[in-house]
């Protein structure tokens, strides 16, 4: 019995009887560009979510987070706005499935997870996906995992109004061990699963810094990146940026408002540092790849303006410290994590040497964490 299972007995003196996981992720290369249509390489990571329930009479559902031991009880008959705390990520399947009609009853549910918190790694999709595969199993929902991805997004895109793309959701869902996923979001699909060089590991450093206004700051970049699009479309034939080329951009540059040009730049070399990326993983030049992670940073930097002070620092440490080949930051940005590509046999010192390090330039901390690369929910 995992743990999970045996923790829940105990609180709730009923066994569960069904539950799902679903891992978190990091983005590896192409930022913002799931909504833009474009590329993504991503990877489910083997730290996740668990949640586990049990269906019970009338309309009240409970939750315990084993974590922090808070628990939240909700009415069925009463979902359809958000509550103000976690919960709102299972809630909000429960929404999107009642728009589908697809109804379902009461349950007590818990949840176990070891994905940081608001950090960039996707713990909010990572509830969403195993809150829906638990609920698809135990109220025999049958929908694609296309479908699922959606339900989920919908919770951040409609319920909560982040007006994010498929990427988080897609990742946690359609993860492989060992392999960075390439995804295509025109398609809504991925296209191909590339397994990462096994003498290297992604290592997370955690700015720790939350930026209360991550979703406003995160819905104006996608309206610029829409702006572009609409004043581009009035004479050339596009649909998204995805069919911009950065010589397309330059053409268009006096027509655009500048901020929302840069926005736009990012969008389009993230596309081809994706290309570019898969191209140097195919041909086992890991160096090549560890460039395009520097090049992505520098683009958030100078373009698409969504790092921060203590991200810059955590990448430029990652330069002089032996054992790591490329750093960016990877998710929606404005704070939350760093990712570094290191060494296997280095990654102890490394981590010891960029906490130190960091420390003594900032006077700030940083987390830590050893990702390896896991399988999607199941
Ligand atoms: C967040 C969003 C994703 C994606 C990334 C940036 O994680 O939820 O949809 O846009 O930011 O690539």
Wanted: aromatic content about 8%.
């Amino acid at each position: 019995m995992s743990c999970l299972l045996k923790k829940f007995k105990e609180y709730y003196g009923i066994e569960a009887t069904t539950s799902a996981v679903a891992p978190g992720r990091l983005e590896v290369l192409g930022n913002h560009t799931d909504y833009n249509e474009g590329l993504v390489l991503s990877a489910a990571v083997a730290q996740k979510t668990e949640f586990a329930l049990a269906p019970v009479k009338g309309n009240i559902c409970k939750i315990h987070d084993f974590r922090d031991n808070s628990t939240h009880e909700f009415d069925l008959n009463d979902i359809d706005k958000p509550k103000g705390n976690w919960t709102d990520y299972v809630i909000g399947v429960i929404v999107g499935l009642k728009k589908k009609q697809i109804k379902i009853s009461a349950f007590y549910a818990g949840i176990l997870s070891d994905i940081p918190l608001s950090a960039g790694m996707s713990s909010s999709a990572a509830l969403e996906v195993s809150t829906a595969f638990a609920l698809a199993k135990e109220f025999n929902i049958e929908l694609s995992k296309l479908e699922w991805a959606k339900i989920c997004q919908s919770v951040e895109y409609d319920y909560l109004g982040l007006k994010c793309g498929l990427l988080d959701q897609l990742s946690s869902i359609y993860g492989k061990k060992n392999n960075l996923i390439f995804s295509d979001f025109r398609e809504e699909k991925v296209m191909e699963n590339i397994p990462l060089n096994e003498n290297f590991v992604f290592v997370v450093a955690n700015s720790l810094v939350k930026h209360n206004l991550v979703d406003s700051a995160y819905n104006q970049r996608r309206e610029a990146c829409e702006n572009v699009v609409n004043i581009i479309q009035q004479t050339e034939k596009i649909k998204s940026l995805r069919d911009v080329s950065v010589d397309m951009l330059e053409l268009y540059k006096d027509k655009l408002p500048r901020f929302d040009y840069l926005r736009a730049m990012h969008v389009v070399l993230e596309i081809q540092n994706v290309r570019d990326g898969i191209l140097a993983l195919k041909n086992n030049d890991i160096n090549a790849f560890g460039q395009l992670m520097y090049k992505s940073h520098q683009s958030s930097v100078e373009n698409f303006e969504n790092s921060c002070e203590e991200l810059d620092c955590l990448v430029e440490l990652s330069k002089s410290i032996p054992g790591c080949i490329g750093a960016r930051l990877s998710g929606g940005g404005f704070g939350g994590v760093s990712i570094h590509l290191v060494k296997k046999e280095e990654i102890a010192t490394y981590a010891e040497r960029l906490q130190i390090a960091y420390e003594l330039q900032t006077g700030k901390k940083t987390e830590i964490i050893i990702c390896e690369i896991g399988d999607g929910a199941s």
